[in-house]
């Protein structure tokens, strides 16, 4: 007879008797988050082995505590009447930009109602046919692509950095509302979406960047961006973080590795503007065409423009965030032909490339060397996109914008003006 003998090291029996995720509630968190997001389970499992190391971890066990926790997938008897509302509120903002596929990851992360794609679908083809069948195509371009491939090898390898001036109007100077953003190019991730009165001036795409850097003190490996006065600040700012810690040796090599310059046509980037514009710009451009054309702004007046960015500057920087995460990162992309890059939710793939044969390219950045550059830079001393006495008089009047609906701003900025007016007339 043959006897076999096996050696389990005492650490493994541990986390095989380890029954402590029973009470594990952030355990309990973070599995129904990951299952929110419309993670698949081989993917779950990648992550909680990760960081929930104490347990023992597989497919079987996945399944176990899943259930033990009655985390479910979808909610096949979540009631009707819930779904209604959570898809008209969706419905009277921006959310009426977006198809079922989206409208289904917003809802499930916003509104936390796990229910099934179809179910949503059926809501909006009851609600809004016209409109969804309009939204059919998307983000589908009107002429065919060009062929061009977007390669690398790994996330954080390379950011593609670029504005977005479609809110802005004719000569990117009709509206104080420009956009700012990063895409992490192997994952697609967008990695940072700011909103400001300006997109060119060097200090404010700095200040992005660096506030970017502190509150993930991860820097990329490389950028790409166009070659011009706006990249400037930010491009030193990525090189004298790389010398500080010593990655690449001298200056010069840093530079030349670390920076790519190249049109905005060549810009990964450039191509993920257009969902956004289609997706959520044009809710907001409707409203700004109606404020200039029924003459409530006039963009040749500095108040006006002001008054604009009070108002609308916090709220679609609110929306921005949601759409970034929600509608973006965590939502599965769909398989392309001839594509190079992973396909999948561009979060997971970012933070688990070796899932995909690739590496993490980031560089890990402590306080210190951040505080050298910010000072060296002073970009966190760029002043506020409005005068504060100014500000503080608009908020007299309008108090919190934060609470300002996306589908009430324009009815707030024509509120603020003739308030802020009848004020000014009252002093003289």
Request: glycine residues 6%.
């Amino acid at each position: 007879m043959l006897h076999f003998n096996f050696y389990v090291s005492d650490l493994e029996m541990n986390r095989i008797r380890n029954a402590d995720w029973k009470d594990d509630l952030l355990l309990k968190s973070r599995l129904d988050e990951l299952v929110t997001r419309t993670y698949k389970r081989a993917e779950i499992l990648v992550v909680v082995k990760k960081e929930f190391s104490q347990y023992s971890w597989s497919l079987s066990s996945l399944r176990d505590r899943l259930k033990h926790f009655t985390i479910k997938c979808t909610n096949t008897n979540a009631n009707i009447d819930d779904v209604i509302e959570a898809v008209s509120n969706e419905l009277e903002g921006p959310g009426s930009k977006l198809g079922y596929r989206s409208m289904s990851q917003k809802i499930r992360e916003v509104h936390s109602l796990k229910v099934p794609r179809d179910m949503v679908y059926e809501v909006m083809k009851e609600l809004d046919p016209e409109g969804l069948e309009s939204r059919g195509g998307v983000g589908i371009p009107k002429r065919r692509r060009r062929n061009r491939r977007f390669i690398s090898p790994g996330s954080n390898y390379c950011f593609s950095l670029d504005g977005h001036d479609k809110l802005c109007g004719y000569q990117k100077s009709t509206f104080p509302l420009c956009i700012y953003g990063g895409q992490d190019t192997f994952s697609g991730k967008i990695m940072f979406l700011k909103i400001w009165t300006s997109n060119n001036d060097p200090m404010v795409t700095g200040y992005h960047y660096l506030e970017y850097l502190i509150e993930n003190k991860e820097l990329p490996y490389s950028l790409r961006v166009d070659r011009g006065t706006e990249t400037d600040t930010l491009t030193a700012i990525h090189c004298r973080l790389h010398e500080l810690a010593g990655t690449h040796g001298d200056l010069d090599t840093i530079v030349e590795e670390c920076v790519k310059y190249g049109p905005s046509t060549a810009n990964k980037i450039e191509r993920w503007w257009r969902e956004l514009h289609h997706r959520l710009g044009t809710f907001f451009k409707e409203q700004l065409a109606y404020l200039l054309e029924y003459g409530h702004y006039d963009q040749t007046d500095q108040l006006d423009r002001d008054m604009l960015a009070f108002v609308y500057i916090p709220v679609i920087q609110r929306e921005l965030d949601v759409f970034r995460e929600t509608v973006w990162n965590h939502q599965r992309g769909r398989k392309q032909e001839n594509k190079s890059l992973p396909t999948g939710i561009p979060e997971f793939i970012h933070e688990h490339p070796e899932e995909f044969e690739s590496e993490n390219f980031k560089t890990l950045l402590n306080d210190d060397q951040l505080t050298i550059v910010a000072d060296e830079t002073s970009v966190l001393d760029l002043p506020d996109y409005i005068e504060e006495n100014r500000k503080q008089s608009f908020e007299t009047i309008l108090g919190v914008v934060d609470n300002i609906k996306p589908e009430n701003a324009s009815e707030e900025f024509i509120k603020l003006k003739r308030d802020y007016l009848a004020q000014f007339n009252e002093l003289w």
